[in-house]
């Protein structure tokens, strides 16, 4: 299905006025035919009245033709059944009385930007009445919209559970695709946006790992969700765009906005970060220390200081050691006598 465009004129207020000055015509007619009647004259009267009030039926079909746009719009028009093309651009419009507006996800209401319904516990107000009066709109909004895509629960590459949200930044590209191609285009859109999303994530561990291989390359690389977050939200968009090409939407951009592993395993992984902070500092500490030592013994030695034998310098590196690897102030005690 391709999508056409209706080049008709905006014509919406020449036909509103013409219809309008139709039934001021038609009430001097009413008018005049009563009078006509009351003179006994009813070859003039009754034709004139009949007249008069089918005109007055034949507005309400001419008004139905009016059709209002406003910017960032369209209007897919069906006749007795047929696509007969897609209203777009602002204006007022009058097209015929019996075209019919489709929008199968007018009533669609999903998490995302005007197009919530945030009425909940009864609390709803007069901007969410005119919301939700909008989405029942058989229009199709053509500007970018924002999907907030529920969190999911999403085993990793390494099988270790994690849950994952992202935005999506989406539009209508073809309006004839996202009416005909799909049964509801805006659940549809979410419905990849779920698939997408778990295609991807199950090829990246959470953390660096490895020999893991996120690229299909046969390589290990470094990707991984929290470190990859750019890489891993194109390839996300890159995987719904190829699902709802179809369905006439092109998705902008994609964003990871929330990632965390699942609550059964993040006291678990919460301790084994800390575990891995702590030998990595714990290996920062020694290898300077061990490079102060090298240094002290190296200046005494050059500035002939003090001349010490194995076993003394032995005791002076364990006594460095312990003063400068240790977590706690160290005691100095003071000997007065001699090591042997």
Excluded: H
Excluded at 148 to 174: F, H, M, Y
Excluded at 193 to 222: F, K, Q, W
Aim: glycine share 8%; net charge negative.
């Amino acid at each position: 299905m391709e999508e056409k465009i209706l080049q008709t004129k905006k014509n919406g207020m020449t036909m509103l006025l013409l219809t309008l000055l139709g039934y001021v015509a038609s009430i001097a007619l009413f008018i005049c035919s009563i009078t006509l009647l009351d003179a006994d004259r009813m070859l003039l009267g009754v034709p004139l009245l009949i007249l008069s009030i089918a005109y007055w039926i034949t507005g309400i079909f001419l008004f139905c033709g009016l059709k209002v746009l406003k910017p960032q719009e369209a209007l897919v028009l069906t006749l007795f059944g047929d696509y007969i093309g897609t209203l777009k651009g602002q204006g007022f419009y009058w097209v015929n009385p019996f075209c019919t507006a489709v929008n199968p996800a007018a009533g669609t209401r999903l998490s995302q930007s005007g197009d919530v319904n945030s009425g909940e516990n009864g609390k709803a107000n007069g901007q969410n009445a005119q919301m939700s009066v909008e989405s029942m709109s058989k229009k199709i909004s053509l500007k970018m919209m924002t999907l907030n895509n529920s969190r999911q629960k999403i085993n990793d590459c390494l099988g270790n559970p994690v849950e994952i949200g992202i935005a999506v930044i989406w539009r209508v590209t073809d309006t004839a695709k996202a009416v005909f191609n799909v049964d509801n285009y805006k659940e549809y859109l979410s419905l990849q946006c779920d698939s997408a999303l778990r295609n991807v994530v199950r090829v990246y561990p959470y953390d660096v790992s490895p020999n893991v291989d996120t690229t299909g390359d046969g390589v290990a690389d470094e990707g991984s969700l929290r470190g990859s977050s750019e890489v891993v939200a194109a390839r996300i968009r890159d995987e719904i765009q190829k699902n709802v090409a179809e369905a006439g939407i092109e998705v902008v951009e994609a964003r990871i906005t929330y990632l965390a592993y699942a609550p059964e395993i993040a006291a678990v992984m919460l301790q084994r970060q800390q575990a891995s902070a702590i030998i990595d500092a714990r290996k920062m500490i020694v290898d300077g220390a061990v490079g102060m030592v090298e240094m002290a013994l190296d200046r005494l030695s050059e500035n002939k200081v003090v001349e010490l034998d194995d076993e003394r310098k032995a005791a002076m590196v364990s006594n460095l050691l312990v003063v400068l690897c240790g977590n706690r102030d160290a005691q100095p005690i003071v000997n007065s006598g001699s090591l042997y």
